[in-house]
Nanobody, 120 residues
């Protein structure tokens, strides 16, 4: 059973940085993509960043975080990171990691989320 566990959230002042981690376990397949999403109070969950484990350095980002956030993965492929710099109050949300098993599938496996709060 796929398990995704996020950590690293917390309270930070605007302009500060945080690094989120997503520990992945319980599967033997190679996911097509891994990604980060967030959901702010009263808003729908939105895509933040993604990477293709089998795609070299392929990364892509939401326009709202481009240039401030960077996603990466450790060599073993079991932990994904989201480095968040120059944080803004509008980045406040619960952050989730997710897997996309194949190119044609949806984002089917999700973690429980970690809260990020940015104070002004």
């Amino acid at each position: 059973q796929v398990q995704l566990v996020e950590s690293g959230g917390g309270l930070v002042q605007a302009g500060g940085s945080l690094r989120l981690s997503c520990s992945a376990s319980g599967y033997t397949f190679s996911p097509y993509a891994m990604g980060w999403f967030r959901q702010a109070p009263g808003k729908e969950r939105e895509f933040v960043a993604g990477l293709l484990p089998g795609g070299g350095s392929a990364r892509w980002y939401a326009d709202s975080v481009e240039g401030r956030f960077t996603t990466s993965r450790d060599r073993a492929g079991h932990t994904m990171y989201l480095q968040m710099n120059d944080l803004k109050p509008e980045d406040t949300a619960v952050y989730y990691c997710a897997l996309k098993r194949t190119k044609a599938s949806t984002w089917s496996d999700w973690g429980q989320g970690t809260q990020v709060t940015v104070s002004s």
